[in-house]
């Protein structure tokens, strides 16, 4: 395992896939393993309290474990979400957040792994999310 | 355990509390140990292809188990999700989704159960999220 | 998705594959979906203050999808658990226990459901199980 | 959070408390925020192959999960299991098995964290488990 894919190449294939939550998510860093992905905060992502809601954390791990997954296999946009199991752990800040996903194991069929939330001045996880991507068939 | 609170105010607990995405949601049905939730999908809730993405089937699955305790223990708007374990099992299509909350088991300081989702004239499942709520303290 | 192994079959295929555990288990009916499974509970399983163990539930819930999924495709010792999402909700007594397994999904490579345990005498779920297999390529 | 439960100490409550299934466990080392387990694989943990069953990885993931939370609270024998979410990423070799305990969030209530499983010689993970236990009120 060893990434093929540059944090622009990533950035551009999100624009041009997801047009629609693209600009949200900035990569911060390409590792061995994974990749640290930084989702800006706004008001639509805000419960009242003024804490990240829960659908806008999932979107974050989700998102991150699919571009650590395409960073190591190459620009398969048809990777899908099987499995995700969420915990939440603290209740988020209103600041922007970092996802830092790791893969555990990248099969032929299959990409295992997970993603920690947190703060951007805080290393203590906010929530923490198992995935499973499934990789389409390579033609 | 036995509902407490009738679709109505659910409805108007939902436009006070989350006015961001209440819109987006209807109760269809309050039953004896759980609910179904519709949401109304829009272009921001779907993916190059048209199908419904992940983050937006997270979002009903969660807020439908949360609308299905709430209707068992009355407004408790500071109930929050500690756990969910979702299967994304077929590519939904683009129109609007059901979610049938079911609450397994409701204690005193949690809430458990699941939810499935699928389209408003196909049952087959399209996911199915198990969810675990942390009910506050009754004062 | 329809049975295609009978009750003797599955339990002829359980001692031969699982000499070690396949005496615990009975299937006590198939249906159009899954299938009912018995877990005969003995020493071996309890916990302090006579409460069956959280691994025995887990084996019962592994096995009872195991066998759901071969009397759909037939005998294919090899499928394997992939992932397992499983709440734990009520003590359960020191008795039998019953698991219902249930296939959501039937696929070419996945088999994707959920399994409800509970007591012979109350059918209140004492813990609920996510699971996907991973089924083998056919020859 | 800092363990204040020794090797020995924990140890001691485990044949007191689980004598069915103590000895098959030996903790290997108390960390900072966890602890790592080692379990002694013999025959009622194979599957036919050689490999370890699934509910045995489970039965570590689980103990060595509920090891490192009472290493941080205490001899709290009640804690229990309310969830857990498991990946089986490898196919496991037929020995001895680690599991690598680290604690993500402890509060009053709830211990939340992760247990990988690898064998004594590859790092490489087996199986990856997410738990959460419930911590029984103090006195």
Redesign the interface.
């Known amino acids: 395992m060893k990434p093929v894919m540059s944090i622009d190449a990533l950035h551009r294939l999100m624009e041009r896939?997801?047009p629609?939550?693209g600009e949200q998510f900035v990569i911060t860093e390409i590792r061995a393993d994974g990749l640290c992905l930084r989702m800006r905060i706004d008001?639509?992502h805000?419960?009242?309290g003024g804490t990240v809601?829960?659908?806008?954390m999932?979107?974050l791990a989700?998102c991150a474990f699919y571009l650590a997954t395409l960073a190591m296999i190459g620009p398969e946009?048809l990777t899908?979400?099987?499995?995700?199991?969420?915990?939440?752990?603290?209740?988020p800040p209103p600041g922007d957040l970092l996802g830092e996903a790791r893969i555990?194991?990248l099969g032929q069929?299959?990409s295992?792994g997970?993603v920690?939330i947190h703060g951007l001045d805080d290393p203590?996880?906010l929530a923490?999310a198992?995935l499973?991507y499934s990789i389409p068939p390579r033609r």
Chains 1, 2, 3, 4 share one sequence.
């Open positions: 896939e997801f629609q939550v008001d639509s805000l419960r009242p809601s829960g659908p806008s999932f979107a989700d946009a899908v979400t099987t499995n995700c199991a969420i915990d939440f752990m603290r209740k555990l194991k069929s299959l295992v997970d920690i203590r996880p923490r198992s499973t």
